[in-house]
């Protein structure tokens, strides 16, 4: 297992600054490791700002900080619930570029912090997030690795969502003498409650809403009607919702020009009308 | 005589110095690059624009709504690295989310959480999601939507806003 000094030292110091209101008032109770010194009345903040400004004490200074936050809040000591949002997590579900002593490929899965992170969005435990809270993991979509591993775990739990269970034949299996990734895989046999949250396009009420913002903002320039709407919609790949910001904040907002760059005829009422 | 055209008065063809503008200073360009800039006084300002409060966090009410940011919780957001520079943040006056049913149910497991920690006897509870879909379609924004959540009920807010970073060779590692 390895540490990453570096990234967890920029971990804390994005905690430290963002959270600075409530970790001032957090004060501490355990003990603290020989190397970590702080005075009396220490707080939590003042611990995570040790790490980020010293990056070999922040492996030790998260250990610690993260032991504090899960300690059961009381009339004495109160502890907020946390939230751990992670973006772009495919990247953790397989083969990094780093190398091992003995030249071999180190899994994303043999970061300490990465395996931290991961069990807390798959495995519940007892002692960790004691005061409950919420881990929640986006997945990339323009900057994602080619994982099997992971589409089958993505999978799983969409079918598991779907009340497939995983003696039925349509529960979704790696390919037979395929190699999978086990410790992604395995991954799922350690919850039952992480749930999968697939976003779609937009739904014709929330396209209106949208566009109704861009139009009041001054950047889109059609009255909102229904076939507006649903122009958008087609569009956009069915209402995805970034490429239907690319094209509502487009200076011109106009649907004729739009539907040429993409190849499609005006619609008819502007045809009659140029 | 015949030294005539040798001497220092004949003709020279000058060296045309062009003026070449200094390059930006190091670092510049990618400050310019990585800028998020969260408002545009061009814009309008949208007149009785509601802002994402944890009253009506969880309000299906509000879907197909956009909901603007709490004026406090852009400093927070800014310092997580919530905002990233791909999402038109500096077409509008100020910055604002579009409530969809994921946000919705997002919010009702919040209220869920905090519900939880309030009935002491039954432990807190823990919501875990992964959330997926194609490019675009708004997965960190549902992040980010999350994190304000968090923010405005009182939460410790822990984010990575780049997983690939934790992975790449860049960065030192130790056994």
Same mark, same amino acid.
């Given at each position: 297992?390895?540490?990453?000094?570096?990234?967890?030292?920029?971990?804390?110091?994005?905690?430290?600054?963002?959270?600075?209101?409530?970790?001032?008032?957090?004060?501490?109770? #355990?003990?603290?490791?020989?190397?970590?010194?702080? *005075?009396?009345n220490?707080?939590?903040?003042?611990?995570?700002?040790?790490?980020?400004?010293?990056h070999?004490?922040?492996? +030790?200074?998260?250990?610690?900080?993260?032991?504090?936050?899960?300690?059961?809040?009381d009339?004495?000591?109160?502890?907020?619930?946390?939230?751990? $949002?992670?973006?772009?997590?495919?990247?953790?579900?397989? +083969?990094?570029?780093?190398?091992?002593?003995?030249?071999?490929?180190?899994?994303?899965?043999?970061?300490?912090m990465?395996?931290?992170?991961?069990?807390?969005?798959?495995?519940q435990?007892?002692?960790?997030l004691?005061n409950?809270?919420?881990?929640? @993991?986006?997945?990339?979509?323009?900057?994602?690795?080619?994982?099997?591993?992971?589409?089958?775990?993505?999978?799983?739990?969409?079918?598991?969502? $779907?009340? /497939?269970?995983?003696?039925?034949?349509?529960?979704?299996?790696?390919?037979?003498?395929?190699?999978?990734?086990?410790?992604?895989?395995?991954?799922?046999?350690?919850?039952?409650?992480?749930?999968?949250?697939?976003?779609?396009?937009?739904?014709?009420?929330?396209?209106?809403?949208?566009?109704?913002?861009? $139009?009041? *903002?001054?950047?889109?320039?059609?009255?909102?009607?229904?076939?507006?709407?649903?122009?958008?919609?087609?569009?956009?790949?069915?209402g995805?919702?970034?490429?239907?910001?690319?094209?509502?904040?487009?200076?011109?907002?106009?649907?004729?020009?739009?539907?040429?760059s993409?190849?499609?005829?005006?619609?008819?009422?502007?045809?009659?009308?140029? | 005589?015949?030294?005539?055209?040798?001497?220092?008065?004949?003709?020279k063809?000058?060296?045309?110095?062009?003026?070449? +503008?200094? +390059?930006?200073?190091i #670092?510049?360009?990618?400050?310019?690059?990585?800028? &998020?800039?969260?408002?545009?006084?061009?814009?309008?300002?949208?007149? *009785?624009l509601?802002?994402?409060?944890?009253?009506?966090?969880a309000?299906?009410?509000?879907?197909?709504?956009?909901?603007?940011?709490?004026?406090?919780?852009?400093?927070?957001?800014?310092?997580?690295?919530?905002?990233?520079?791909?999402?038109?943040?500096?077409?509008?006056?100020?910055?604002?989310?579009?409530?969809?049913?994921? /946000?919705?149910?997002? *919010?009702?497991?919040?209220?869920?959480?905090?519900?939880?920690?309030?009935?002491?006897?039954?432990?807190?509870?823990?919501?875990?999601?992964?959330?997926? #879909?194609?490019?675009?379609?708004?997965?960190?924004?549902?992040?980010?939507? @999350?994190?304000?959540?968090?923010?405005?009920?009182?939460?410790?807010? &822990?984010?990575?806003?780049? #997983?690939?970073?934790?992975?790449? &060779?860049?960065?030192?590692?130790?056994?």
């Open positions: 297992m390895y540490i990453q000094p570096h990234l967890t030292s920029e971990l804390l110091s994005r905690m430290a600054y963002s959270n600075q209101a409530v970790l001032k008032k957090l004060k501490l109770v #355990g003990k603290l490791p020989a190397d970590l010194k702080l *005075g009396n220490a707080t939590l903040h003042s611990l995570a700002m040790l790490g980020a400004e010293n070999t004490l922040a492996w +030790p200074v998260w250990q610690t900080l993260w032991k504090e936050l899960n300690t059961r809040a009339s004495k000591n109160a502890r907020p619930s946390v939230l751990i $949002a992670i973006d772009s997590v495919n990247h953790w579900m397989g +083969p990094t570029k780093y190398r091992s002593a003995e030249y071999n490929t180190i899994h994303a899965q043999q970061f300490n990465i395996k931290h992170l991961t069990r807390l969005l798959f495995a435990s007892e002692d960790e004691a409950g809270g919420m881990v929640i @993991a986006a997945t990339s979509g323009s900057n994602s690795p080619s994982l099997p591993s992971l589409d089958i775990l993505l999978r799983q739990l969409a079918a598991r969502a $779907a009340g /497939t269970a995983m003696t039925d034949p349509n529960f979704p299996m790696p390919q037979p003498y395929s190699k999978p990734d086990q410790r992604v895989l395995s991954l799922f046999k350690d919850t039952d409650e992480t749930t999968l949250t697939t976003l779609k396009g937009l739904s014709r009420l929330e396209t209106r809403g949208l566009l109704d913002y861009f $139009a009041k *903002g001054g950047i889109f320039k059609e009255s909102i009607t229904d076939t507006v709407v649903g122009q958008m919609r087609g569009l956009s790949g069915g995805i919702v970034g490429e239907m910001a690319k094209f509502g904040t487009r200076t011109s907002g106009n649907v004729a020009v739009h539907l040429s993409a190849g499609l005829p005006a619609p008819s009422s502007e045809r009659i009308t140029a | 005589m015949q030294n005539k055209f040798r001497e220092a008065r004949s003709a063809i000058k060296k045309k110095t062009k003026d070449r +503008p200094r +390059p930006p200073p #670092g510049e360009r990618k400050a310019q690059r990585k800028r &998020i800039v969260l408002s545009n006084t061009n814009a309008l300002e949208i007149a *009785g509601e802002d994402l409060n944890p009253t009506n966090m309000d299906t009410e509000k879907i197909g709504q956009v909901l603007g940011i709490q004026g406090d919780l852009l400093d927070n957001l800014r310092d997580a690295k919530a905002f990233k520079t791909t999402q038109n943040w500096n077409m509008f006056r100020r910055p604002a989310t579009l409530v969809r049913e994921e /946000t919705v149910s997002l *919010g009702q497991h919040v209220r869920d959480v905090i519900d939880s920690q309030q009935n002491q006897g039954l432990g807190a509870k823990v919501a875990r999601q992964v959330v997926s #879909g194609e490019r675009a379609s708004g997965k960190s924004i549902h992040l980010l939507q @999350a994190m304000s959540m968090a923010y405005m009920n009182g939460w410790i807010v &822990i984010n990575v806003p780049e #997983g690939q970073w934790l992975q790449l &060779i860049h960065v030192s590692v130790m056994c």
